[in-house]
């Protein structure tokens, strides 16, 4: 069913945009682009189209994948794939790009080799907590402040970088700090991340419910603690940094997708990994059809849209959480 | 299970020197000592949680540590003292993932493993909670329902530590019973902390002090639980007064 809906959500992602397309259109179009001719004005839009829509999805998916990981991980629920600087990381890689060079490829390389060199540093800084068996309830707080200081550090470079950028730059990277999919085209390489992700995700997920449940008692329910700590890790560090060097650092998917899933479905990874992946995809793609069809031709970033959607149903969440 | 000279040391401290200790199945151990005497340390060592500081811990005659993970878990289960739940599991759940030793490779557990767990929950008076979600649960009762998923693991060795800290007396009287049952019926070895003397006095066979200077002292109950030692143990004189066929310790004055 949420394959459906995902599948769903491209349809009209595809169809929706400053020229609308009818359903016939859709139809006759959809077939030439199969067939690898896109020709007509129709056809060319679905190609565009369709090739953001599905960069939406798998980054959408991939956010919300690696929320989920990194709330087990820190078994916290709140905590989102950019807590540890990891997408911070990537920004002062990203905006470094736009500063000194032109060249789109640059920008995506720089913000996926911040991102990788950040996790290192926080591997290497918080190995300790990696590896298990240091704090009976399971917390990890050397992991968790240690991402915390090195997401501030990187957001005053940040801050820095955007004070010092000429005018003409500014506007790019602005966009990029909020989160754009304008421009961005499927591409492999996030698609095999997410896949493989998804894999281990799916593999592990009775031995991360376990230790969801019971911190480091897991143990003794036979899970070794410190390699699954660090295949998480490795694979949310991955994940958050295939989506931002995709897309910018779109907020909230990976935050609110995620307990969204918990809410209807419960707290067991083995469903919520796909789930939240699956809903998570359908959701950006949708918050992006919006952010560049509601005042079009102007486009949005779609970071805008997924905050704006994103708060108040956090918030509606909360309140019925509390009241029941 | 047995211990060759176990040393244990916390904040350069030593807390346990040269221990060599044999639990044989169909004994209940309780474990005494004063706060930070190194009975958690203990417990958690047994379980393979932490390393050994010296010595070596051997269960069936192999080390704790050279064990895979998966089948010393279907050998000895383990109770910590407290829990943290961070995410919303219903009580069912969390009693079912003590079955994840016995099937790793299936994704959805068995109906026998949804048998153990309602029969678990059941032994811990809990079987109503079945549905609710662990967090919304009271000390109590949550305490229950980690002793249930501990029964539910069904292994040979059982180590405990404050079973029944935050149990109403009713209920610490007939889990202690239960756990005194398994060893007596069902020739398990069980190892726990506890705090009740009276308590541990009418259902342990066995009983380990620890001094906290790194001496102990093990034995069958009747040889160690004197009030000499005991007062010894945990720093406070300690009287025994005889109630019918029972033995009542209190602190005194």
């Not at chain 1, 004005?41 to 090739?51: F, P």
């Not at chain 1, 990696?130 to 009976?136: D, F, I, K």
């Not at chain 1, 918050?287 to 108040?312: E, N």
């Not at chain 2, 790793?104 to 678990?120: C, F, H, K, N, T």
């Amino acid at each position: 069913m949420l394959s459906l809906l995902s599948v769903l959500s491209i349809i009209t992602a595809c169809a929706v945009g400053s020229v609308a397309l009818s359903s016939s259109d859709l139809v006759a179009a959809m077939r030439e682009v199969m067939h690898g001719h896109p020709s007509s004005m129709a056809a060319t839009l679905v190609d565009l189209r369709l090739g953001r829509a599905l960069s939406a999805f798998i980054t959408g998916g991939t956010l919300a994948l690696a929320g989920v990981m990194m709330q087990a991980l820190l078994r916290n629920p709140l905590a989102e794939p950019y807590v540890l600087g990891v997408s911070g990381g990537a920004a002062v890689g990203a905006l470094l790009a736009l500063l000194l060079f032109t060249a789109a490829w640059t920008v995506d390389a720089a913000a996926c080799g911040g991102a990788l060199a950040i996790s290192v540093l926080l591997y290497l800084l918080a190995r300790h907590d990696l590896r298990g068996v240091s704090h009976a309830d399971g917390s990890t707080p050397l992991l968790l402040l240690t991402g915390v200081i090195l997401a501030s550090g990187c957001s005053a470079l940040v801050a820095l970088m955007l004070s010092i950028a000429p005018e003409n730059r500014l506007r790019g990277m602005v966009f990029w700090l909020i989160g754009d999919l304008s421009g961005s085209q499927f591409r492999w390489l996030p698609t095999l991340v997410l896949c493989g992700a998804l894999a281990f995700g799916v593999r592990a997920a009775r031995g991360i419910n376990v230790m969801a449940m019971h911190a480091d008692a897991a143990i003794a329910l036979g899970i070794d603690i410190a390699a699954l700590r660090r295949n998480l890790f490795l694979c949310s560090a991955l994940l958050t940094a295939s989506a931002v060097s995709n897309a910018g650092s779109i907020g909230f998917v990976g935050l609110i997708v995620p307990h969204a899933c918990r809410f209807l479905l419960g707290p067991d990874h083995r469903l919520l990994l796909p789930a939240a992946t699956l809903i998570g995809g359908a959701f950006l793609v949708l918050a992006d059809t919006v952010a560049r069809s509601i005042i079009a031709p102007q486009q949005l970033p779609v970071g805008v849209i997924t905050a704006l959607i994103g708060v108040p149903v956090f918030l509606l969440q909360l309140h019925q959480l509390r009241k029941r | 299970m047995r211990t060759v000279d176990l040393q244990l040391h916390v904040g350069g401290r030593v807390l346990v020197d040269a221990l060599n200790w044999r639990v044989n199945p169909g004994e209940c151990w309780c474990v005494i000592g004063r706060n930070g005497a190194g009975k958690t340390t203990l417990l958690r060592t047994l379980a393979g949680l932490r390393k050994a500081d010296g010595g070596k811990v051997l269960l069936q005659e192999r080390a704790i540590g050279d064990w895979p993970l998966a089948a010393l878990a279907r050998e000895r289960a383990f109770l910590p003292q407290g829990r943290s739940d961070a995410f919303g599991y219903c009580v069912t759940e969390t009693v079912l993932s003590a079955r994840h030793p016995y099937h790793e490779d299936a994704y959805w557990e068995s109906e026998e493993d949804l048998a153990a767990a309602q029969d678990a929950l059941q032994a811990m008076d809990v079987a109503a909670l079945a549905e609710r979600d662990v967090r919304s649960l009271s000390g109590g009762e949550r305490q229950r329902v980690a002793i249930a998923a501990l029964l539910a693991q069904d292994t040979p060795l059982l180590l405990l530590d404050e079973p029944t800290s935050a149990l109403d007396i009713g209920h610490q009287v007939s889990v202690m019973a239960l756990l005194a049952g398994l060893c007596r019926d069902r020739n398990k070895s069980v190892v726990m902390v506890s705090h009740d003397l009276n308590l541990a006095h009418r259902v342990a066979t066995h009983a380990l002090l620890l001094m906290g200077d790194g001496r102990c002292h093990a034995g069958p109950i009747e040889d160690v639980m004197q009030p000499a030692l005991l007062g010894a143990c945990l720093g406070h004189p300690i009287d025994v007064v005889r109630h019918g066929d029972r033995t009542i310790y209190l602190a005194k004055d």
